[in-house]
């Protein structure tokens, strides 16, 4: 298997960090599915883990926080027949979700209306209240 999995420069997690564990998988497989242990569950403790730099520890940690227990996140494949390649999946998913974590979100800038649109909204309103003002009846 791969040795280690660089997730972006500076951070690389270790084959020694990672916990495997196969079950019977759910997909295909046709009358071996429930013979053959092929679904992976690839672990790594995120919250204890020397390997993660101590500056993107705590954004890592909120922004998995849905994904994580314990401080440990897990991916669970179970998309091909034959282990190796999930194995090869879950290792591949679980850089993916660390890489995406890694990324500070860009903040959103509150954009202003237009002058245009503004004024085409308040004309709107005004020709809804005139249509509704000539409803009415008359007061004579």
Request: hydrophobic content about 35%; overall charge positive.
């Amino acid at each position: 298997m791969i040795e280690e999995m660089e997730i972006i420069p500076g951070f690389v997690v270790p084959e020694s960090q990672l916990q495997e564990r196969f079950s019977h998988s759910s997909g295909p497989g046709g009358q071996g599915v429930n013979t053959s242990d092929s679904r992976v569950e690839l672990q790594f403790d995120v919250a204890r883990s020397d390997a993660v730099p101590e500056h993107l520890r705590p954004m890592l940690l909120t922004t998995l926080s849905n994904r994580l227990v314990n401080g440990v996140l897990t991916v669970a494949v179970q998309d091909e027949r034959a282990q190796l390649a999930n194995r090869r999946l879950a290792r591949a998913r679980m850089a993916d979700v660390l890489q995406k974590a890694c990324v500070q979100p860009r903040r959103r800038r509150p954009t202003k209306r237009t002058r245009g649109s503004q004024r085409r909204r308040l004309e709107a309103k005004k020709r809804r209240g005139e249509i509704k003002r000539n409803r009415q009846r008359p007061n004579w």
